[in-house]
């Protein structure tokens, strides 16, 4: 589940902090010089979604930097999402100079759409994913992302669950992960 706090006090989960991730990518493109940053979202119902685009926000906040709703694009979560995100941004009369996307696949779109509009990776855009899945790694430039230990995740999940089915006592009720800030080749000085 996504957030910081779990449902109640008593049902036992797995979080993911995704609004501190989103907070240290955001800022990471701030240290790197970017005001205009870009944010295309995954779909609005998902709870992931919200948590990024706050912690997103409140980095820009903390940094005194305008949040530009015009720089904020509705999207899912997919490659196409993140191919039609990009073109709008970089189509609009204010470009962006870094994108986050919501998550990797996005990010993936973003970087393919960017590159067939002669934008270049990361001398003029730099772009930005989130959950280190393999298409962090399959593109070039490989993406910077927030590394969410989803082996790890699910291991603990079904451990809870199956805990939970047998009746077993259960040591924590709530386990929290935030994800780690990976910095690779598609983000650079600004």
Not at 93 to 121: Q, W, Y
Not at 163 to 170: D, E, L, V
């Amino acid at each position: 589940m996504s957030g910081d706090k779990q449902p109640d006090e008593l049902t036992p989960c797995i979080m993911v902090n995704d609004y501190e991730a989103s907070v240290s990518i955001t800022q990471h493109l701030i240290d790197l010089g970017h005001k205009d940053i870009a944010f295309i979202t995954g779909e609005s119902e998902h709870k992931s979604t919200i948590e990024r685009l706050k912690g997103y926000k409140q980095a820009l906040s903390d940094n005194n930097i305008a949040i530009d709703e015009q720089l904020i694009i509705q999207g899912a979560y997919s490659f196409e999402s993140g191919v039609n995100g990009a073109k709008q941004l970089l189509t609009s009369t204010r470009k962006p100079s870094a994108i986050f996307s919501c998550n990797d696949e996005i990010a993936a779109g973003a970087l393919f759409a960017s590159r067939l509009m002669g934008v270049a990776i990361p001398e003029e855009l730099s772009i930005t994913g989130f959950e280190n899945s393999p298409f962090s790694r399959q593109t070039w430039p490989r993406l910077t992302t927030a590394d969410q230990p989803t082996q790890k995740i699910a291991e603990n999940a079904a451990n809870l669950l199956i805990a939970t089915y047998r009746k077993q006592p259960i040591n924590h009720i709530t386990t929290q992960y935030t994800p780690q800030l990976v910095v690779r080749d598609s983000t650079g000085q600004h």
